[in-house]
């Protein structure tokens, strides 16, 4: 049987032109700052020598990539190393959320994309039964499928101020890994970074 194929007895709703226009403005807007952040990623990583506002920076433009990485929890952990870890992991948690909805604005836009792939009709099963938790697992555990889980949130219209609680939640953990991490690494060989 044809995936692409509506169901019999079920047409699919029309979309209007103006909601297609600005789907595929969004994808294009996501995907052109993918590729600006990754190529000068090594600009990025100098906002964090402003504090705390860098860190929050650098965290949102490090999560603003669709697949591509930005070495976001590399700086979390070296800024825990000079700052204390515990605003830090909030500062890139916080940081981090907000730059994941580039994710969801992805499956929100490109809704139509994404649900004719295999592995989103399993996800979006997945979503629709545990996804809360899903999303706040997904955000503590550095992984590119994070992005998979923001686009198919975005895809079901998960109300956004949701998503944003649990990536939130998720990535301040994660970051606040990576902050004490770096912290106990550094108080272990101080002179590494002086």
Do not use: H
Request: charged content about 10%; overall charge positive; proline content about 5%.
């Amino acid at each position: 049987m044809n995936s692409e194929a509506p169901v019999e007895g079920k047409a699919k709703p029309k979309t209007s032109w103006k909601i297609q226009v600005a789907r595929i403005c969004a994808i294009i807007f996501v995907l052109a700052l993918t590729v600006f952040l990754y190529l000068n990623r090594s600009k990025v990583q100098q906002l964090g020598a402003f504090g705390y506002p860098g860190i929050f920076l650098v965290s949102i433009l490090a999560n603003a990539t669709i697949i591509l990485p930005v070495p976001g929890i590399l700086i979390t952990s070296a800024m825990g190393a000079i700052f204390n870890p515990f605003w830090v992991a909030v500062a890139a948690g916080t940081g981090a959320a907000l730059g994941e909805l580039t994710g969801y604005l992805a499956g929100f836009s490109g809704q139509g994309i994404i649900e004719n792939r295999k592995w989103y009709v399993r996800f979006e099963r997945w979503m629709k039964k545990y996804g809360d938790i899903t999303i706040f697992v997904l955000a503590i555990i550095p992984n590119p499928l994070f992005d998979v889980a923001g686009m198919t949130a975005g895809a079901l219209k998960l109300p956004v101020w949701r998503y944003l609680i649990w990536v939130t939640l998720g990535k301040i953990i994660k970051m606040m890994i990576f902050a004490y991490f770096g912290a106990y690494i550094s108080s272990l060989v101080p002179w590494a970074i002086s």
